[in-house]
């Protein structure tokens, strides 16, 4: 019904950036909000940043100033610049939708997951 694909992790040195995109297919006639969380082994789920309809964003504290999300409604996807990253950046990050879908008569919304995509800073 609803696909969400993460792409762009990988391997980077302390202090490199990376974008991470997620892509929407699917039976969607907007997405309402975005949001990526992240996950690092043996941590709880946390929640990174995330963008509003309206294009409102918030990010937790530990990457003000170094993240951005944004998002491309009409190509249904979202992005997290991700600058001067750090060891503690390390973990699986997911990015998580809110959609209306259906039909203009028959509406419906939903919350949808990504698979994850693996971040690793190391050097």
């Known amino acids: 019904q609803v696909q969400v694909v993460e792409s762009g992790g990988g391997a980077v040195q302390p202090g490199g950036s990376l974008r991470l995109s997620c892509a929407a297919s699917g039976n969607i006639l907007s997405i309402f909000s975005m949001r990526w969380y992240r996950q690092a082994p043996g941590k709880q789920r946390e929640l990174v940043a995330s963008?509003?309809?309206?294009?409102?964003?918030k990010y937790g504290d530990s990457v003000k100033g170094r993240f951005t999300i944004s998002r491309d409604n009409a190509k249904k996807t979202g992005y997290l610049q991700m600058n001067s990253l750090k060891p503690e950046d390390t973990a699986v990050y997911y990015c998580n939708i809110t959609v209306v879908g259906g039909t203009p008569d028959a509406m419906w919304d939903g919350d949808f997951w990504g698979q994850g995509t693996q971040v690793t800073v190391s050097s």
């Open positions: 963008i509003s309809s309206g294009g409102v964003q």
